[in-house]
């Protein structure tokens, strides 16, 4: 053999020796695992179960390796304890509650939790519901009456009672208190069973809607605003902040009122991994018609506003892989 054949042997030997060596380390190269977690969210008649279910969809689709299943349950306080007890990745919960986790204030849930925030959803402003016919015109004219004041361990159940605190309603003792859901208040506020019901949710929900919209009754929301607004913000610092039910937003609604609300917000742990979460973000907003699907709102929604609509006290806990989202588009620093 000449001298050409034998360095092309040889460097044909070399090619397939490099070849087998990076075919070696590409198979012990380890295949990422996959990251399986529960959203929880709420009862199944709100806005966050099915929008639960929806992020989960768009995770499954495209985040690789990761998937999220939506879980029902009674809500924000009942999140608040299975997120920071390690039963679930991603928690629904209120803006004020990020903050009040981390110094150990959430009712119910005397330890500090490192819990983060993902992002912000919407505003949720509170209804207090009533019909024609019951007599009630005020929030102060509940006393006496059968009032829903939510399920329980609901952030709806925590709101009716700051409010009804800060007016100096005792529910114990003032009220007829029933513990239901925004599905179960419905029917029985249909069938006469309660004179009126709190519920603290996106607008529209889909159980109000169905109340605004039964033939033969009108559904009245009571004004919350004024020095009864203000007295209830003062009283309850950091949770409130005034809005309004605008006219059309549900049917028979043919005026804007007056009402207070807080923020829905995601929550996770801190141990959450950062470049999930941060991927889990890029889906979310890159597939927001899939959540338009179950909220109206998922169109409206921009990064701006995901972080510009919480607390200042909640920014403050933001999860390292939002932290880097948001940065990436502008709306931080």
């Known amino acids: 053999m000449n001298k050409r054949g034998s360095m092309a042997i ?3 030997a070399l090619i397939l020796a490099v070849a087998m060596v990076f ?8 295949k990422q695992e996959k990251f399986s977690f529960s959203i929880v969210t709420g009862g199944t008649g ?12 768009v995770i499954g689709k495209n985040v690789p390796d990761t998937e999220a299943t939506s879980e029902a349950t009674t809500a924000a306080i009942d999140n608040m304890k299975l997120l920071g007890a390690g039963k679930a990745g991603m928690a629904f919960a209120y803006d004020y509650h990020v903050g009040w986790a981390n110094d150990g204030k959430v009712p119910g849930i005397p330890a500090k939790h490192n819990i983060r925030l993902v992002m912000g959803f919407y505003e949720q402003p509170l209804h207090i519901v009533t019909k024609e016919g019951t007599g009630i015109a005020s929030v102060m004219q509940l006393k006496g009456k059968r009032v829903s004041v939510g399920a329980p361990n609901s952030g709806t159940e925590e709101q009716a009672d700051y409010v009804l605190k800060a007016l100096g309603i005792d529910w114990n003792k003032d ?10 208040s419905v029917s029985a506020l249909k069938d006469g069973k309660i004179d009126a019901f709190f519920w603290s949710g996106a607008v529209p929900t889909a159980s109000i809607i169905d109340m ?3 033939p033969g009754t009108r559904m009245v929301l009571l004004p919350v605003g004024g020095e009864t607004a203000e007295k209830i913000i003062k009283v309850n610092p950091g949770v409130f902040h005034k809005t309004i039910f605008q006219k059309g937003s549900y049917s028979g609604v043919d005026r804007d009122i007056e009402a207070i609300a807080i923020t829905a917000v995601l929550q996770a742990l801190d141990t959450f991994p950062e470049d999930r979460l941060y991927r889990i973000l890029q ?6 018609a899939e959540l338009a699907a179950v909220w109206k709102g998922a ?7 995901a972080v510009g609509q919480v607390t200042p006290d ?3 806990y933001l999860h390292p892989g939002a932290r880097k989202f948001f940065k990436e588009k502008g709306v931080l620093k």
């Open 175 to 184: 009220i007829k208190k029933e513990k239901l859901g925004a599905g179960e």
């Open 23 to 30: 075919a070696a380390g590409a198979a012990e190269q380890p």
């Open 46 to 57: 709100g806005v966050w179960y099915p929008l639960g279910g929806a992020i989960g969809g």
């Open 212 to 214: 605004a919209s039964t």
């Open 299 to 305: 169109n409206a929604l921009t990064p701006q506003k």
């Open 10 to 12: 040889a460097a044909a």
């Open 283 to 288: 889906a979310i907003f890159d597939h927001k």
């Open 314 to 316: 909640a920014l403050k």
